[in-house]
């Protein structure tokens, strides 16, 4: 049996592991996690806002980076629905709009009506330029949305014209321009509460900000969006990815051990084969 083991063809064990890691991708376990700390504030402070408040979400997301983020992306936006919370949503990254729309449509925000509880506003040119102009004249900078309706007087905007208007802005973040400049812009400023939804590769760098408070919460790559789909009670990608993730080590340190004792009990054996005394 140990032999047969350690002549295992090597297809064998990377199809096993294939098959274990597909099983939680197609149904999120929900496997115990540890929710960070910075993504239960974000909860925490969401959850306090009354409803009918307005809040704004900045998509400025890479195409490249949107995988990591949608979980966590939906996930904020599921829960800004439950709360009945008025988002309005722009983006100074040009494949912003589109990814905001795909996010909008795949959580709870998309089954409420456009224009009256959510909007999505759209692209501005300019980086942190565009960020400075937005913040002190919304529909100024955006006269229609991303459909290309009017935004003079629709509901979602009624009481919002700069964004010192809202209670949270939360920055959905692959780079630059991204949380940095919306803090310098409307954070420090106008006294905007901001949060984030970020790749795990900036976490590091945005961390000094939590520790200052001028970031209010964040939501770290996969595992924050798995540990945010937990509070609100739906498993998502975020949970299917870091179960796929934990399964993944869990067979790989088996098959390990395994190995290992298939190893280490048939070398005797070779040894007393060679006619050794």
């Known amino acids: 049996m140990m032999e047969r083991i350690t002549k295992t063809d090597s297809r ?3 199809a096993i592991l294939l098959v274990s890691m597909i099983i939680p991708l197609l149904k999120p376990l929900g496997l115990p996690l540890t929710t960070p700390a910075e993504t239960q504030a974000l909860y925490d402070l969401i959850e306090s806002i009354p409803s009918g408040t307005p809040i704004a979400i900045s998509m400025d997301c ?13 996930a904020v936006l599921t829960h800004a629905a439950r709360k009945g919370l008025k988002v309005i949503g722009i983006s100074v990254i040009d494949a912003g709009p589109s990814l905001l729309q795909k996010s909008i449509e795949a959580s709870e925000l998309g089954q409420k009506e456009q224009g009256i509880d959510y909007v999505n506003l759209g692209f501005v040119a300019g980086g942190e330029t565009a960020m400075a102009s937005i913040a002190r004249d919304i529909k100024g900078m955006y006269p229609v949305d991303f459909t290309g309706k009017s935004t003079s007087n629709m509901p979602v905007l009624n009481g919002v014209n700069t964004l010192q208007d809202v209670e949270l802005l939360i920055c959905v973040a692959t780079g630059t321009p991204g949380v940095p400049e919306w803090i310098r812009q409307v954070g420090d400023p106008l006294k905007v509460p901001i949060a984030t939804v970020v790749i795990a590769g900036l976490v590091a760098d945005y961390a000094p900000y939590m520790q200052s408070k001028q970031l209010v919460g964040m939501v770290p790559g996969l595992r924050g969006a798995a540990g945010y789909e937990g509070l609100v009670g739906k498993l998502g990608r975020g949970t299917a990815g870091i179960d796929a993730q934990s399964v993944g080590h869990v067979v790989i340190l088996a098959l390990v051990v395994v190995g290992n004792i298939a190893y280490f009990a048939t070398k005797g054996r070779g040894k007393g084969k060679g006619g050794k005394a």
């Open 62 to 74: 890479s195409a490249a980076g949107y995988d990591e983020l949608a979980p966590g992306t939906i």
């Open 12 to 14: 064998v064990i990377y």
